[in-house]
Nanobody
Framework: VQLQASGGGLVQAGGSLRLSCAAPGRYARTFSNNGMGWFRQAPGKEREFVAAIDWRGGSTVYADSVKGRFTISRDNAKNTVYLQMDTLKSEDTGVYSC?????????????????WGQGTLVTVSS
């Protein structure tokens, strides 16, 4: 499954961005049955978990660093998962990637994700 993330860019601290991650239509069933997650990797750092959502969109989990600022959601009819990022900080800078888990639940465990998309760069200027 090839996932395509988009929506990154340059934004000032305190601003907002909305990322999208789409799965090709032929993978609609895989997408709609699986939990989805967002991860990020800052320059010189390891990839870290950001947010995850279960297959129905009824359960979410967030990294402590983004709680209250980021919101993950999904639209299975459009095979798309979103990450609304508000009150951005310079430490949110990084390449954001979406991934599909091999399970229907929301999980922060990166080893549970089997399908990864190309990332989109988010740069927050202070």
């Amino acid at each position: 499954v090839q996932l395509q993330a988009s929506g990154g860019g340059l934004v000032q601290a305190g601003g907002s961005l909305r990322l999208s991650c789409a799965a090709p239509g032929r993978y609609a069933r895989t997408f709609s049955n699986n939990g989805m997650g967002w991860f990020r990797q800052a320059p010189g750092k390891e990839r870290e978990f950001v947010a995850a959502i279960d297959w129905r969109g009824g359960s979410t989990v967030y990294a402590d660093s983004v709680k209250g600022r980021f919101t993950i959601s999904r639209d299975n009819a459009k095979n798309t998962v979103y990450l609304q990022m508000d009150t951005l900080k310079s430490e949110d800078t990084g390449v954001y990637s979406c991934a599909a888990a091999g399970r229907p639940t929301a999980t922060m465990d990166s080893s549970q994700y089997y399908y990864w998309g190309q990332g989109t760069l988010v740069t927050v200027s202070s």
